[in-house]
Structure formats: structure tokens, C-alpha cells
């Protein structure tokens, strides 16, 4: 079970392969934030792992071992007791996902129960997006 103060730790052990990506943000986070105090979920999350989701759905040679284990690690946070994991999932993650019509289109088919449960009410009060916009990813 996930763990908000815990997320970060979880999410770069399960995807070791955006560790580069995540010591950029750290260090971008160090020098904007400075001695301020920053966890920096929402951060990472966002310009890492939702980057991360978007290269992988829209890549001509899908990596079907690596998208099933988003997708699994996705409904393990859609199911966590910790209501942050769940908001960062929400506002974060499937949010990003809603905000492009071939990510929506593409991780709607390998959504599990909780997560498509969370997804909908993100449908429910963002615009669907439109069809001819293409997410700059690559």
C-alpha cells in the first residue's frame, strides 16, 4: 500500500528507468525552492512519470511489459488507504491523461476498475479534449 510521504521512493523503484529524468527535477526543484520546504510529489509525478506515460502510449514500438506495470502501479494508487496518493493520482496523473485525446483514447483500453472509477469523475468536470491536438512528448 502507498504512502504519499512514500510515493516518490515507490515510483522510482518500480521505473528505475526515469531515475535521470528524476535527479533533473530535483535539482531544478533545489534551485527554484531553495530553502523552502517541498516534498515535491506533485512535481515529479508530473514532469517524470506522466511524461514517462505519454512516451510509452504514443511510441510506434510499444513496450507492452512496461505500459501493463503503469497501468498496474496506477490502480495500486487508485486503491491506497492514503487519500494524497489518490489526489495525486487524480489530479496529477489521469487529469494529464484527459487532457489529450490519443493518451485518453489509448489508456482508457488498460484502465483497471478503481482507476476507471477515478477517471470518470475526472470526465465529468474536464472538457474532452480535442481529437486533432497531438501531446509533444518526443
Do not use: H
Not at 533533473?24 to 520546504?37: G, N, P, S, V
Amino acid at each position: 500500500m502507498y504512502s504519499y510521504s512514500e510515493i516518490v521512493n515507490e515510483l522510482l523503484k518500480e521505473f528505475p528507468e526515469i531515475s535521470r529524468r528524476y535527479a533533473e527535477e530535483l535539482a531544478w526543484i533545489q534551485d527554484t525552492f531553495q530553502d523552502q520546504e517541498t516534498r515535491g510529489q506533485t512535481i515529479y509525478f508530473d514532469r517524470c512519470f506522466c511524461d514517462y506515460i505519454g512516451r510509452l502510449l504514443v511510441s510506434e514500438r510499444q513496450d507492452n511489459v512496461k505500459i501493463k506495470k503503469v497501468f498496474v502501479f496506477l490502480e495500486d494508487m487508485a486503491t491506497s488507504e492514503d487519500q494524497e496518493v489518490k489526489n495525486l493520482l487524480q489530479v496529477t496523473v489521469l487529469e494529464y491523461l484527459r487532457s489529450w485525446y490519443l493518451l485518453q483514447r489509448e489508456s482508457e483500453k488498460l484502465m483497471q476498475p478503481e482507476t476507471r472509477k477515478m477517471f470518470d469523475t475526472v470526465k465529468g468536470y474536464l472538457e474532452e479534449p480535442a481529437k486533432d491536438e497531438i501531446p509533444d512528448l518526443l
